[in-house]
């Protein structure tokens, strides 16, 4: 189940961001004006609904690997495990509040708010979208390094993890840096197909935890 969760988060994020749609790369009233025309608030509130729901199994997918990572380390850097899990849980939190900015944009674009206070709400969800990134970036190395002591796959899953989280974390600072850019999605895309080979390869190829795992609740 756990690594099943690895799968789902990606499902459906993207099936969710497919029913909302992306956000406007210009951070002008104008280019907010249509994204909101162009999508009902029903359409919205189902897609970012089911893509928080992604966050919600990618938060169970950052537990699986932490005992992942503790089981084959049992009595070596764990402090690394739990760091990637709470890096995890503060990225999920962080991106659930973008999602709901998100929501709130929409609504309250249509019921007549503003432009200047919409497009204010637009960049604060884009920014914290793209700040997450350093969230993530933690992630994936705090559960990179604690998988490097490991064998086979599982050694070169924690070797990727570390090559994307340099990548999205630049590609965050980059997007920091100027909200127009799209470098930030470079970034995501990387993560999520990350996500998705960790969670197919440990769905078809279970790790042992059974013995492991009584030694590490000891």
Known sequence: MGAAAGVLTVILTFVGFGL?????????????????DHISASQAGIGNYLELLGYVFFLV?????????RAQNPDQLNWLAVLALVAATAYVALSAAAIAGQQVMVEWAKAGTD????????????????????????????IGLALLSTRGMLRLLGLAALVVAAIVFLSGLIGAASIS??????????FILWTLIAGIYLLIRPPRLATAASRVLQ
């Open 20 to 36: 909302h749609g992306g956000l406007p790369d210009s951070a002008t009233a104008g280019a907010v004006r249509s994204y909101v």
């Open 61 to 69: 997918f950052a537990a699986f690997l932490y005992v992942v990572a």
């Open 115 to 142: 432009q200047r206070t919409v497009l204010g709400i637009y960049i604060l969800d884009v920014e914290a979208f793209t700040l997450s990134f350093e969230l993530a970036a933690l992630f994936l190395a705090g």
């Open 181 to 190: 850019s799209g470098i930030n999605q470079l970034g995501f895309l990387l």
